[in-house]
């Protein structure tokens, strides 16, 4: 290596000679290490069933009429604000009448809107439910009958609540532990 003087500071010159030398020994060695900052975590949302306040309630329900199933299924409410609800409507035909030869036949018609939801509120044990059916009666379906039911029911895990209305209308509720 030379050194000169220039000006007042001490400058060192490198020959190319010595480059090589110094090249040869670097291709030997490894790099040194490069240092990378890692990438800002990634946080996922909590899952809806991590949250005790959205989490969705499993319910069954059995709706019956005279003791005749109209409908049974399970239903799933959002807490504490999430309603679910079921709605069918059946049409069908008769038994044959006298009357159904000018009419060309007499309908049954049966219509069920089901809701049930958390109360407002409460805690997740409180439930309002709405029930309204509707169906055909008298000979040759010469009217129909509705009722409704509205309450507010508590309902424990592995609870079970029925609750009966007019028309013999009941509607059973249960929750699994």
Same mark, same amino acid.
């Given at each position: 290596?030379?050194? /000169? %003087?220039?000006?007042?500071? %001490? ?12 090249? $040869? @020994?670097?291709?030997?060695?490894? &790099? &040194? ?10 946080? /996922?949302?909590?899952?809806?069933? =991590? ?17 005749? %199933? ?9 807490? &504490? ?6 709605? @069918?409507?059946?049409?069908?035909? /008769? =038994?044959?009448?006298? $009357? ?5 036949? =007499? ?15 409460? &805690?997740?044990?409180?439930? @309002? ?9 008298? /000979? ?6 509705? +009722? ?6 508590? +309902? ?7 609750? $009966?209305? $007019? ?11």
């Amino acid at each position: 290596m030379m050194k /000169a %003087l220039i000006g007042w500071g %001490l400058v060192s010159l490198v020959l190319p000679s010595t480059m090589a030398v110094a090249a $040869e @020994q670097d291709a030997s060695s490894p &790099p &040194p290490p490069v240092r990378v900052s890692p990438p800002p975590p990634i946080v /996922a949302p909590a899952a809806r069933s =991590e949250l005790n306040d959205e989490a969705a309630i499993p319910v069954s329900v059995r709706i019956e009429r005279d003791s005749a %199933l109209v409908w049974a299924g399970m239903l799933r409410v959002g807490s &504490p604000y999430g309603n679910a609800s079921f709605t @069918q409507s059946k049409v069908d035909y /008769a =038994e044959p009448c006298e $009357e159904a030869a000018r009419n060309r036949g =007499e309908r049954s018609n049966e219509r069920l809107n089901f809701t049930i939801g958390s109360v407002r509120g409460e &805690p997740t044990e409180q439930f @309002q439910i709405n029930l309204d059916l509707t169906w055909t009666t008298g /000979a040759c379906g010469g009217g129909t009958s509705s +009722v409704g039911l509205r309450r507010t029911v508590t +309902v424990k895990p592995g609870g079970k609540v029925r609750e $009966e209305g $007019e028309g013999g209308v009941s509607v059973t509720l249960m929750r699994s532990k």
